[in-house]
């Protein structure tokens, strides 16, 4: 029986945070069609800029890509990895394999402002809550369910745990 070649190593992308990031969502690793156009969370199908636009009051989604980092800054919102690097056949988190973590303590060294971690999703918060427990770091941490097309609990469930990520950027409720 042959053996299916060996995944190509997968990287991250640098973080988008700057001194003003209250908030920093941590994903796992970036998926094929994001490593492809080097956009984070580019599958159309994935819903986090949908969750994050209605978490900032934002039409994210209609926005160039660059704009939404923009927007994302603008209103305190931070993004990175957990994952600085990891062999993977295909996107999900399950097949991660041999990974290599972010430098998460020393992005948040960098963030004076910030209030909060959050996680997007379960292999992201596992990996990142381990890496957090062997630094330094204390600071209030945030489980979001995943904004993958993998984990299928309806839309409105997810947006109302992202939601809770307003109390630490200083967002109003919507009327």
């Not at 890509?65 to 993004?79: D, K, N, S």
């Amino acid at each position: 029986m042959a053996t299916s070649p060996t995944p190509d190593l997968k990287r991250n992308f640098p973080p988008v945070a700057d001194a003003q990031t209250r908030v920093l969502v941590l994903g796992s690793l970036p998926g094929e069609v994001s490593l492809a156009h080097q956009q984070y969370y580019a599958h159309p199908q994935n819903r986090f800029w949908h969750l994050v636009g209605e978490v900032i009051g934002e039409p994210l989604p209609s926005l160039p890509y660059a704009a939404r980092l923009a927007m994302l800054r603008t209103h305190g919102v931070g993004l990175w990895d957990v994952v600085a690097e990891a062999r993977r056949e295909g996107s999900l988190d399950s097949n991660i394999r041999l990974h290599a973590g972010s430098d998460l303590a020393g992005l948040i060294a960098t963030l004076p402002s910030l209030r909060a971690v959050a996680f997007n999703g379960g292999t992201a918060a596992r990996i990142g809550q381990r890496a957090l427990a062997q630094s330094s770091v204390t600071m209030p941490v945030v489980l979001l369910p995943s904004s993958s097309p993998a984990y299928t609990i309806p839309y409105v469930t997810k947006r109302d745990a992202w939601l809770a990520l307003r109390n630490w950027l200083g967002t109003k409720a919507s009327a």
